[in-house]
């Protein structure tokens, strides 16, 4: 007897997760512009659904993804059996979609662009060194340099503009201070 509800396909998923494959779902990380093009072109094909495909195929794809697609389930994946959410074109968003809703998502997508920050001040920070088993945690410190804060980084420059250090906003044992006036 064949029990669905349990086992692994190889190591990396469920027998669920390669079913769910098999459907036309996949993880957000799988699904690239091309195969969401060609997934709402089929249902073009086989169905009613009437959407403004020559619109969708000049979208950008993080756009496309969040127009298009829906979470659909979740399955485990990997020897450790992570849980990974799936997603597959929803055909009702897909009927619903005009070409004023693509144009109100790629004037949100537009107006979310990366907000900078610049200032002085210093920086103290980590450099790790040694090995996995063994790292050592070296503390260093900048003053009185240009910082900004550029997405999820500060970029630390010298004065002629070159790049002096990047580091991530609240990796350990990063801290800025501005300087006053």
Same mark, same amino acid.
């Given at each position: $007897? &064949?029990? $669905? =509800?349990?086992?692994?396909f190889r190591y990396s998923m469920s027998n669920r997760a390669a079913?769910?494959?098999? =459907?036309?779902?996949?993880?957000? !990380?799988? +699904? @690239?512009?091309?195969?969401? *093009?060609?997934?709402?072109?089929?249902?073009?094909?086989?169905?009613?659904?009437?959407?403004?495909?020559?619109?969708?195929?000049?979208?950008? #794809?993080?756009?496309?993804?969040?127009?298009?697609?829906?979470?659909?389930? +979740?399955?485990?994946?990997?020897?450790? #059996? &992570?849980?990974? /959410?799936?997603? !597959?074109? /929803?055909? /009702?968003?897909?009927?619903?979609? @005009?070409?004023?809703?693509?144009?109100? #998502?790629?004037?949100?997508?537009?107006?979310?662009?990366?907000?900078?920050?610049?200032?002085?001040?210093?920086?103290?920070?980590?450099? +790790? @060194?040694?090995?996995?088993?063994?790292?050592?945690?070296?503390?260093?410190?900048?003053?009185?340099?240009? *910082?900004?804060?550029?997405? #999820?980084?500060?970029?630390?420059? /010298?004065?002629?503009?070159?790049?002096?250090?990047?580091?991530?906003?609240?990796? &350990?044992?990063?801290?800025?201070?501005?300087?006053?006036?």
């Open positions: $007897m &064949n029990n $669905m =509800n349990s086992g692994y079913e769910a494959y098999e =459907n036309g779902e996949k993880p957000l !990380s799988k +699904w @690239t512009k091309k195969a969401i *093009i060609e997934q709402i072109e089929e249902y073009i094909k086989d169905s009613s659904i009437s959407c403004p495909i020559e619109e969708l195929k000049k979208v950008p #794809a993080l756009v496309l993804k969040k127009l298009v697609l829906k979470r659909s389930s +979740w399955h485990h994946t990997s020897y450790y #059996a &992570n849980a990974t /959410d799936f997603y !597959s074109v /929803d055909q /009702d968003k897909l009927s619903d979609l @005009t070409k004023e809703d693509i144009e109100a #998502a790629l004037a949100a997508a537009k107006q979310s662009v990366v907000q900078i920050d610049s200032y002085r001040g210093s920086i103290n920070y980590l450099v +790790w @060194t040694g090995s996995r088993k063994h790292p050592k945690a070296t503390r260093h410190s900048l003053e009185d340099v240009n *910082i900004e804060e550029k997405g #999820a980084f500060y970029i630390v420059t /010298d004065d002629s503009g070159k790049e002096i250090l990047r580091k991530k906003i609240g990796s &350990n044992g990063t801290h800025v201070y501005r300087k006053d006036g």
